[in-house]
């Protein structure tokens, strides 16, 4: 069973948007850290943005454009992704990580241990 399902991505025009979804089973205990990460071809992994009990952390690139959250209710382990004014090069294959307790480095993907399959962004006219 996959830990975590990724939905939302898809095609879109430059300066346009998206908005990803990732949730985990029913019976997951609940996870303190969620976060997003993405990969282009022929690029490492690289964090987008993740969030905890207590605040949102971004990547510097997507502070301006993108928005993390979660469900409204807490014990649901979902979390979202809304991309605004992307550009071409957000074209990647975007992941959502979750962890069970507070992650030192929330945007290190090292400090994750459950992964989604992702889900494909297209950046394109």
């Known amino acids: 069973q996959v830990p975590l399902v990724e939905s939302g991505g898809g095609s879109v025009q430059p300066g346009g948007s998206l908005k990803l979804s990732c949730s985990a089973s029913e019976d997951t205990l609940y996870y303190n850290c969620m976060g997003w990460f993405r990969q282009a071809p022929g690029k490492e992994r690289e964090a987008v943005a993740s969030?905890?009990?207590?605040?949102?952390?971004?990547a510097d690139y997507a502070k301006d454009r993108f928005t993390i959250s979660k469900s409204k209710d807490n014990a649901e382990n979902i979390v979202y992704l809304e991309m605004n004014s992307l550009k071409p090069e957000d074209s990647a294959m975007y992941y959502c990580?979750?962890?069970?307790?507070?992650?030192?480095?929330?945007?290190?993907?090292?400090?994750?241990?459950?992964w989604g399959q992702g889900t494909q962004v297209t950046v394109s006219s």
């Open positions: 990580a979750a962890r069970h307790g507070v992650a030192p480095d929330p945007l290190a993907e090292d400090n994750y241990n459950n």
């Open positions: 969030i905890d009990s207590i605040e949102p952390t971004y």
